[in-house]
């Protein structure tokens, strides 16, 4: 059974740090690309980053410089690194495992992701 469990999220003050936490299991972790996503009330699932099996890391434009995410394959534990939070970045953050051999619709696509963790809530005050 597949199981993605996030912590870390908390409320803080804009310039504020937080440090996300995802532990995997039921699947081979290092052989999946994996994802954090954010969704706020009334917005869509946004990526905030995307890592592949080999550790290469991407992100859009609204994070890069921000946050940085890694993974830790000897523990199934992948990590975002939040920097320089502001209180756009306000939302719950889920993350995300994609299914090798599943369809593939873009690494920033929710719809690529078949598994997801129950969400972490990240709240940035001003």
């Known amino acids: 059974q597949v199981r993605l469990v996030e912590s870390g999220g908390g409320s803080v003050q804009a310039g504020g740090s937080l440090r996300l936490s995802c532990t995997a299991s039921g699947f081979t972790f290092d052989d999946s690309d994996m994802a954090w996503f954010r969704q706020a009330p009334g917005k869509e699932r946004e990526a905030v980053a995307r890592?592949?099996?080999?550790?290469?890391?991407f992100y859009p434009e609204s994070v890069k410089g921000r946050f940085t995410c890694s993974r830790d394959n000897a523990r199934n534990t992948l990590t975002l690194q939040m920097n320089s939070l502001k209180p756009e970045d306000t939302a719950m953050y889920y993350c995300?495992?994609?299914?090798?051999?599943?369809?593939?619709?873009?690494?920033?696509?929710?719809?690529?992701?078949?598994?997801w963790g129950q969400g972490t809530q990240v709240t940035v005050s001003s």
């Open positions: 995300a495992a994609y299914r090798s051999g599943a369809r593939y619709l873009g690494g920033f696509n929710a719809g690529t992701y078949d598994y």
């Open positions: 890592i592949n099996s080999a550790g290469l890391a």
